[in-house]
């Protein structure tokens, strides 16, 4: 089965940096594309980030770009989130999901991993 372990996250100051992790497995990871969704208290899951299959296009929130880069690892099966100048808005649950570059991504999250971005 599906399975999406995300990790990395924690508490940050504002205009600080993250990484964040999500180590996927139960399906062929550099045949799919992946995405990174956030989660802020009361509001509705939204799409940050998604890179393709290769790795070498992405797609980015207004909200985020030029702040936050999304990487994978093909060999590991790893996608990655870096978040720097991180505000008190990002702060959220983030998940990875397969696939979201095309279209909407498969239905299959995995536990999340909380951001606090607070001084």
């Known amino acids: 089965q599906v399975q999406l372990v995300e990790s990395g996250g924690g508490l940050v100051q504002p205009g600080g940096s993250l990484r964040i992790s999500c180590v996927a497995s139960?399906?062929?990871?550099?045949?799919?594309?992946m995405s990174w969704y956030r989660q802020a208290p009361g509001k509705k899951r939204e799409l940050v980030a998604s890179?393709?299959?290769?790795?070498?296009?992405?797609k980015y929130a207004t909200s985020v770009k030029g702040r936050f880069t999304i990487s994978r690892d093909n060999a590991k099966n790893t996608l990655f989130l870096q978040m720097n100048s991180l505000k008190p808005g990002d702060t959220g649950v983030y998940y990875c999901?397969?696939?979201?570059?095309?279209?909407?991504?498969?239905?299959?999250w995995g536990q999340g991993t909380q951001v606090t971005v607070s001084s």
């Open positions: 999901a397969r696939g979201g570059y095309y279209s909407q991504p498969y239905d299959s």
């Open positions: 139960g399906f062929i990871f550099k045949f799919n594309s």
């Open positions: 890179i393709n299959e290769l790795g070498d296009n992405s």
